[in-house]
């Protein structure tokens, strides 16, 4: 057995397994310790003909049997270190989905996103109503068997496949019912054209859930896809949060924030308390990296943003302040969200990016120089009204010395007028 870091692995490629969308498929190939995640990806996709490599990456599990993504520019070396040398494996996945994957130019990238969605319905990723559900296992039979043979194709043929993640008798006899019924002719590719049609309209395409609870222990989900932050109660969704909505997204220490503005009248700050135990379930690097990605290889879907942008830059501040608080639990469960209402105004809802940077340093400026400065400035007139004010009590204080000397040499009870004249003269 040998580690990274020995000096028999310094100079030698370093071979690994990839397993391919279909379990049974898998790739030999090998790497050096300075290479970057990019080599190994490229290399991958064009041993499967892959022109359209954006949509894919290498998944892998670490010693703590946690998930996580091969950066493409990150030595491949310095994450997965603490990994053995001679049991490396990766997997080849879908890491960004496409919003209309059935209008792909290639026909193996579409291919490829099919057996992505075959796996996300069979682990229940790609989440649906029994209907649903029927109608997605009817298209893969149509896919995979052909036109229905009652020669072939007798009793239960369906349970021989596993299709769905909880495939009960009467969902195989309503697949049976509709391969044998509606998708007489249909060809292989045609039905894996309209399989992504129906896949990618569902609220649960391209989301990976993570659970989390709330406070009362409820179940819910929480994933990202190309729309945005979405969560999830059972198979009701209950939130969602497209990316223009987005305003930004940030760490502070476990705690994942983002910032989003929902309209007009609202703006909230959705909180994750991500544990170490759980870190790759809410990748930072990832969903940010979703974003930009998906926005690169999408012009419609910067259009859209940029107009919003600017639409939404002359808009008055929002009024409403709601903190929802997403505590990651390890255990299966749902966010914690807790509403708390403030009161502000005279703000803009969203600022350009010249000054968001100087925001800070402008901040500074006016929350403590400024109190400085005019602080002084008071002082300094404090001072000068003593020494120059010719009010009565304050000439009188400041001329003390002076008048006790007069009242001792020329000061007379009869002429007390001489005295408050003396107090108001500047000769002294």
């Known amino acids: 057995m040998m580690k990274f870091g020995s000096k028999n692995s310094a100079n030698t490629p370093i071979k690994?397994?990839?397993?391919?969308?279909?379990?049974?498929?898998?790739l030999e190939s090998e790497f050096q310790i300075n290479e970057k995640g990019s080599s190994l990806i490229n290399r991958i996709c064009e041993q499967l003909d892959l022109i359209e490599k954006d949509y894919f990456g290498l998944r892998y599990v670490d010693s703590k049997r946690q998930r996580h993504w091969l950066e493409p520019s990150k030595s491949i070396f310095k994450q997965i270190r603490d990994m053995e040398a001679d049991n490396i494996l990766f997997s080849f996945r879908v890491k960004f989905y496409p919003p209309n994957p059935f209008r792909l130019k290639e026909d193996i990238t579409r291919y490829q996103i099919y057996l992505q969605l075959k796996r996300d319905l069979l682990h229940g990723r790609l989440y649906c109503n029994t209907s649903e559900a029927a109608l997605l296992g009817a298209y893969i039979l149509q896919a995979e068997l052909g036109d229905f043979n009652p020669e072939e194709h007798i009793d239960n043929y369906v349970s021989e496949l596993k299709i769905l993640l909880k495939q009960t008798l009467q969902l195989e006899e309503k697949m049976m019912d509709i391969h044998k019924n509606e998708l007489k002719g249909k060809s292989a590719a045609e039905m894996e054209t309209i399989f992504l049609k129906k896949a990618c309209v569902l609220d649960t395409y391209g989301v990976d859930p993570h659970a989390v609870k709330d406070q009362r222990g409820n179940q819910l989900y929480l994933g990202i896809n190309h729309t945005g932050i979405l969560t999830f109660q059972g198979s009701k969704k209950m939130n969602h949060f497209s990316w223009s909505q987005v305003q930004k997204i940030n760490f502070e220490g476990k705690m994942f924030i983002i910032h989003i503005i929902l309209n007009e009248d609202q703006r909230i700050k959705v909180v994750t308390n991500t544990s170490e135990e759980?870190?790759?379930?809410?990748?930072?690097?990832n969903q940010i990296d979703n974003h930009s990605v998906l926005e690169t290889l999408l012009e419609d879907q910067e259009i859209i943003t940029s107009k919003i942008e600017q639409e939404v830059h002359h808009e008055e501040t929002l009024n409403d302040h709601l903190l929802i608080d997403f505590t990651t639990m390890v255990t299966d469960g749902s966010p914690l969200i807790q509403s708390v209402s403030n009161q502000q105004s005279g703000q803009k809802h969203l600022e350009t990016t010249a000054i968001r940077n100087n925001g800070s340093s402008l901040s500074f400026l006016r929350q403590t120089l400024l109190p400085i400065i005019f602080a002084?400035?008071?002082?300094?007139?404090?001072?000068?009204?003593?020494?120059?004010?010719?009010?009565?009590?304050?000439?009188?204080?400041?001329?003390?010395?002076?008048?006790?000397?007069?009242?001792?040499?020329?000061?007379?009870?009869?002429?007390?007028?001489?005295?408050?004249?003396?107090?108001?003269s500047k000769i002294f």
């Open 16 to 26: 690994c397994t990839i397993r391919l969308l279909d379990d049974n498929q898998l």
């Open 278 to 285: 759980y870190n790759t379930s809410i990748d930072s690097s």
């Open 376 to 424: 002084l400035f008071m002082m300094v007139l404090v001072v000068v009204i003593i020494l120059e004010s010719d009010f009565d009590v304050i000439a009188t204080i400041r001329k003390s010395p002076e008048i006790a000397a007069f009242k001792k040499n020329y000061y007379e009870p009869s002429k007390d007028f001489l005295l408050q004249r003396f107090i108001r």
